[in-house]
């Protein structure tokens, strides 16, 4: 079967592929944590953990921030992304089954689901929003409740007089 590649249709490819090479020139880093993440399995482990597709988007800023957190988070990403491959697991919850909470990978795991559940990166008076509305606690009741707005309720991240930051409503 003979395909008509028409003068409009090869222009308009080669206008798509100069626009991607030119933003790739002009975003270096966008290209670079792209390559980071592909290269990483990040969003194949993501979405094995989390039962669901995730988006490259918010799996970048995801990635970006728990690195920040943790300057071996990609060796301990790597070790749980080799053990899910060897293990083959059918579901997240045969991976929970055959390992404790003790084990380096579980933790590892848990901080990747708690990342897209809660969408919140790090510890402590150390956290990091990474989203909102788009984290994955809110999806059981998309459909029929609006994702609050009003965070844990008044002054909830109101700085407090010796300076900490108030994390359950205590005032300012």
């Given amino acids: 079967m003979a395909h008509n590649l028409s003068r409009r249709r090869l222009l308009q490819g080669m206008g798509i592929l100069s626009l991607g090479a030119m933003c790739n020139s002009i975003?270096?880093?966008?290209?670079?944590?792209?390559?980071?993440?592909?290269?990483?399995?990040?969003?194949?482990?993501?979405t094995f953990l989390v039962s669901r597709p995730v988006g490259p988007i918010l799996g970048q800023r995801y990635f970006a921030a728990l690195?920040?957190?943790?300057?071996?988070?990609?060796?301990?990403?790597?070790?749980?992304?080799?053990?899910?491959?060897q293990r083959n697991?059918?579901?997240?919850?045969?991976?929970?089954?055959?390992?404790?909470?003790?084990?380096?990978?579980?933790?590892?795991?848990?901080?990747?689901?708690?990342?897209?559940?809660?969408g919140v990166v790090g510890d402590g008076s150390d956290l990091e929003l990474i989203a909102y509305a788009e984290a994955m606690m809110y999806l059981p009741t998309k459909d029929i409740l609006v994702v609050p707005t009003y965070g844990g309720g008044p002054f909830y991240w109101a700085v407090t007089q010796d300076g900490k930051v108030a994390t359950t409503g205590e005032g300012a």
Avoid: N
């Fill in 27 to 46: 975003f270096p880093a966008r290209a670079r944590a792209a390559e980071q993440i592909a290269d990483s399995g990040f969003l194949d482990v993501s």
């Fill in 67 to 85: 690195l920040r957190h943790d300057a071996a988070f990609a060796e301990k990403l790597a070790q749980l992304r080799s053990l899910l491959q």
């Fill in 89 to 118: 697991f059918s579901h997240v919850d045969d991976f929970l089954a055959a390992f404790g909470a003790d084990k380096p990978e579980w933790q590892t795991a848990k901080r990747i689901i708690s990342a897209w559940y809660t």
